[in-house]
């Protein structure tokens, strides 16, 4: 039997993730993005190391989403391998680029799982990426467009993110030595954060340091 895992270190039920969003919506005072983000092959974990490791990776996947979340977004565990994120005062495509850095770390890292014997485990994810007022006009019409945007991302393949319309997206390239790269590559692994989102807060210190 599966855990599902409400009101525990910031992950809300489904009925309270709705509520705020229905807040956000009636209030039309911001643009934010929904992500509705599913466990890849979910059943073959549970049915190849059981469903003791299926929970194990339930909380994983909640830690690393809340380790990469800001203080003003909001995630729901919502049936068995899935998880809805809320990003408040986000547009499409960052909503896109903050969920495919997450699905790139999780694609990049095999996790320990504690027991006898210790088990690694690859989680891989796919998930549909959704706006409000972009996409839709009300938390129905945000749902459907992100869920249809999930199966796009399933139907070609998983283990991708996919936006509720076509965009076309640009990435900024930057470089750095080696050794920056793995140390960074490290502490992304010891605090569960994507390596983005550690250069992001680095970059909002020196703005905050400079700026004064």
Known sequence: M????????????????TEIMEDKIQNSLESFTLAIIDIDNFEKVNNYYGESVGD???EKIASVLKQNLSANDFVCHNNKDEFNVLFSSTSAETG????????????????QLNGSPKKEVNIKISAGVANFPRHAKNSIELY????????RAK????????????????????????????????????????????????????FEKYSK
């Open 2 to 17: 599966f855990i599902l895992i409400e009101k525990i270190d910031g992950i809300l039920s489904k009925e309270q993730f």
């Open 144 to 151: 459907r467009t992100s869920d249809s945007a999930l199966f």
């Open 56 to 58: 194990k990776v339930i």
């Open 96 to 111: 896109f680029i903050m969920v495919e850095e997450i699905r790139k770390y999780l694609d990049t890292n095999t996790f």
């Open 155 to 206: 139907r070609e393949g998983k283990n991708r993110v996919c936006l509720g319309e076509s965009e076309n997206m640009i990435l900024k390239s930057n470089y750095y030595t080696k050794t920056q790269l793995e140390r960074l590559s490290d502490l992304s692994k010891k605090t569960e954060k994507t390596e983005a989102f550690l250069l992001r807060e680095a970059l909002d210190d020196l």
